[in-house]
């Protein structure tokens, strides 16, 4: 049972990535899962969300508009694309498969559940 992202790497200012964030051992289709970043002295910030069921979506304010969040359950994977990176989105990128509710909630600031998965993280860099 696990979580794996891909797709990080190093991109210019005003670029794109699409990251995958692909279950194996269970059926990602019933979480709700959400992107996180963790950038250095910084904290874990939460930036995007999909709701299992309904497909709502949550997205950051910081991200808002050049985010977009989706998935694909044949394969099991969830996907954030990224466009028009700036300077402040370098981090590592980790993707989470929400324990309990299934949904995003108004903010990602979920307590811990036992059911949670996490993958590894994929870093994402920024520069020209």
């Known amino acids: 049972v696990r979580l794996v992202e891909s797709g990080g790497g190093l991109v210019s200012p005003g670029g794109s990535l699409r990251l995958s964030c692909e279950a194996s051992?269970?059926?990602?289709?019933?979480?709700?899962v959400g992107w996180f970043r963790q950038a250095p002295g910084k904290e874990r910030e939460g930036v995007a969300c999909l709701s299992s069921g309904d497909n709502s979506t949550y997205y950051s304010e910081s991200v808002k508009g050049r985010f977009s969040i989706s998935r694909d359950n044949a394969k099991k994977t969830v996907y954030l694309q990224m466009n028009s990176l700036k300077a402040e989105d370098p981090a590592l990128y980790l993707c989470?498969?929400?324990?309990?509710?299934?949904?995003?909630?108004?903010?990602?600031?979920?307590?811990?559940?036992?059911?949670?998965?996490w993958g590894q993280g994929t870093q994402v860099t920024v520069s020209s």
């Open positions: 989470e498969a929400k324990g309990g509710p299934p949904f995003c909630g108004a903010t990602m600031n979920w307590r811990p559940h036992v059911g949670d998965f």
């Open positions: 051992g269970f059926g990602l289709r019933h979480y709700a």
